[in-house]
C-alpha cells in the first residue's frame, strides 16, 4: 500500500509514525514545502524567552526518527495538484514537476498566517514567523525595532507581548474585542493579566480593527478602525487559514474553505483524510464543529487517522480547545466551555469560583479557579486557571474530567497525591466546601 501525506509538521509527522505502527510494509512519503520538517511555531518565542539558544534547536523531531522508520522525506517539495480520480498527486522540486502514485492520501498542510482583510499585511515589516525562515528574519526585523505593533489578542500576541516588553520593546497590542484571549477566558479571569500587561507598559487598544497597514519612510502606520498606530513592525498574530489550492474540487470543503471530513475524519473520496489545521472539529460537548488550529488537536487526529486509514475503526472524539501559556507573571490554562460560551447553551448553566492556595507552605501563591457545569446534571463543562504558581498541568486533569462525563461531587472525590511542597491538604482541582482552604470569590 502507498501512502502520501502531505504536510510535515505535526499533524503529518504523527500520522506517518502512526501508519507505520499499523502498516509495517506500507509504503510511506511525507512530502514538506519547507527545507527542513519539524520546526516548532513558536520558536521564535522560545528564544526570545531564552529557553533556547538558536532557532536551529526549536524541533520536535528529527529526520533520522522517520527515515529509521522507513518514511520517505521528501523535503522541498510544493503540492500543485491532487488528482484524486486518478490516485496521483504531482509536486515541484528543483523547477521539475514530479508525479507520486498514492493509495491513501492524507492531507496535513496545516495553515498560514497570511491575512487577507488587511490591506499591507503582506509587507515583510509585518512579521509572521510560523516557519523557520519567518522567525529568522522575525528575529533580526525585531532585533532593529525599538516599537512593536502586534495584531491579536490571542495566545500568540499575549506571549509576544510578554517576551518583547522583557526585551526592552515598547509594545502596542489590538484586538477588535474588548478583552485579549476571549477564546479561551472570561474577562474576569483574564483581568489580572490584562492589568499586569498595562503595567508592563503595553498599550492596549481594545474593540479596534486594523483596516490597513502602510509604508511611511522607515516606519509603518497602521491604520485602525479611529486613529492610527505608528510603529517600526508589526506581528501578525490574528487567525491562521488553511491553504489548500492544490485540491481537484472533489473534496468538499466548508464555508471556510477547510477540509469537510467525518467522525473518522475521512474526506468525502474514500481514500483520502485530512487532519490538523486543515478542518474543523468537533465540541467534545457536542456543539457544532468549529476551527480549533491548536497543536494538541493536530497530533491527536493525526493519531486517529492513521488508524482509519484503510477502515473505520476510531471516532474523533472532539475538541476541549485545551490551551495554557504563561505571560505577564502570570499562568494562565483553559478547557471546555467558558461561561460566555454558555450563553448559547441549550441547558441551564452554573458557574463556581473559588481561590484556593498552590501548597500546604507559608505564603503559597494563590490559584483562581473557575467551574462552568450543568446544573442539572452536575457535570463539568469548562475550567479556567489563572496563577502566579506553576498550574498548568492542572488543566489536564480537568480536561478529562470533562471529556469522561465527571460531576462537581466526582470532583471532590479525586484521588490525588499528598506533599506539603506540592499540594494542599485537598488538592487544587478538587471542588470543595472547606473555608480553610477555599475562598469563594462569588459562587452561582
Not at 507573571?329 to 448553566?349: C, Q, R, V
Not at 483562581?368 to 446544573?375: A, M, S
Request: hydrophobic content about 40%.
Amino acid at each position: 500500500m502507498k501512502v502520501a501525506i502531505i504536510g510535515a509538521s505535526f499533524a503529518g509527522v504523527t500520522a506517518a509514525l502512526e501508519v507505520r505502527k499499523h502498516h509495517p510494509n506500507a509504503e510511506i512519503s511525507l512530502l514538506e514545502k519547507q527545507p527542513q520538517l519539524g520546526y516548532i511555531p513558536n520558536g521564535l518565542h522560545l528564544y526570545l524567552d531564552k529557553k533556547i539558544d538558536s532557532l536551529s534547536q526549536a524541533y520536535f523531531i528529527k529526520e533520522a526518527d522517520l527515515e529509521q522508520r522507513r518514511i520517505k522525506i521528501l523535503l522541498e517539495s510544493t503540492v500543485e495538484k491532487v488528482d484524486t480520480a486518478n490516485h496521483q498527486l504531482t509536486y515541484r522540486h528543483d523547477n521539475e514537476a514530479i508525479t507520486l502514485e498514492y493509495d491513501k492520501l492524507i492531507i496535513a498542510t496545516g495553515s498560514s498566517q497570511l491575512s487577507h482583510k488587511i490591506e499591507g499585511s503582506d509587507s515583510d515589516r509585518v512579521l509572521k514567523y510560523k516557519r523557520l525562515k519567518g522567525a529568522e528574519d522575525a528575529l533580526e526585523t525585531l532585533q532593529a525595532s525599538q516599537h512593536v505593533t502586534i495584531i491579536g489578542g490571542g495566545q500568540i500576541g499575549v506571549e509576544a507581548a510578554d517576551l518583547l516588553t522583557k526585551n526592552g520593546k515598547q509594545v502596542a497590542l489590538v484586538e477588535n474585542m474588548d478583552y485579549v484571549l476571549f477564546k479561551y477566558f472570561d474577562k474576569d479571569m483574564i483581568q489580572p493579566i490584562q492589568e499586569e500587561m498595562q503595567e508592563a507598559g503595553v498599550a492596549l487598544y481594545m474593540n479596534q480593527t486594523v483596516s490597513s497597514i502602510k509604508e511611511a519612510g522607515d516606519k509603518l502606520e497602521i491604520q485602525l478602525g479611529s486613529g492610527s498606530i505608528e510603529s517600526d513592525t508589526a506581528i501578525l498574530a490574528v487567525n491562521v487559514r488553511p491553504d489548500l489550492s492544490f485540491l481537484d474540487g472533489q473534496i468538499d470543503l466548508h464555508m471556510d474553505h477547510t477540509i469537510a471530513v467525518d467522525e473518522y475524519l475521512r474526506t468525502s473520496h474514500p481514500d483520502v483524510l485530512a487532519v490538523g489545521d486543515c478542518i474543523q472539529l468537533p465540541s467534545c460537548m457536542g456543539e457544532e464543529a468549529m476551527y480549533i488550529p491548536l497543536v494538541n488537536n493536530a497530533v491527536r487526529t493525526g493519531i486517529v487517522a492513521a488508524a482509519n486509514l484503510v477502515k473505520p475503526a476510531q471516532t474523533f472524539n472532539g475538541s476541549l480547545r485545551t490551551i495554557g501559556t504563561s505571560a505577564f507573571g502570570y499562568h494562565i490554562a483553559s478547557t471546555g466551555m467558558t461561561e460566555s460560551d454558555s450563553l448559547f447553551s441549550d441547558y441551564p448553566i452554573g458557574v463556581k469560583r473559588q481561590i484556593v492556595p498552590a501548597n500546604s507552605l507559608p505564603f503559597a501563591e494563590e490559584v483562581l479557579i473557575k467551574y462552568v457545569y450543568n446544573e442539572e446534571t452536575r457535570e463539568l463543562l469548562g475550567a479556567q486557571l489563572v496563577s502566579k504558581a506553576d498550574v498548568l498541568e492542572k488543566i489536564n486533569t480537568l480536561a478529562l474530567a470533562i471529556q469522561t462525563n465527571q460531576t462537581l461531587e466526582d470532583l471532590s472525590q479525586k484521588e490525588f497525591f499528598f506533599h506539603p511542597t506540592f499540594t494542599n491538604t485537598i488538592e487544587t482541582t478538587n471542588l470543595v466546601a472547606w473555608p480553610h482552604i477555599r475562598r469563594d470569590t462569588d459562587e452561582s
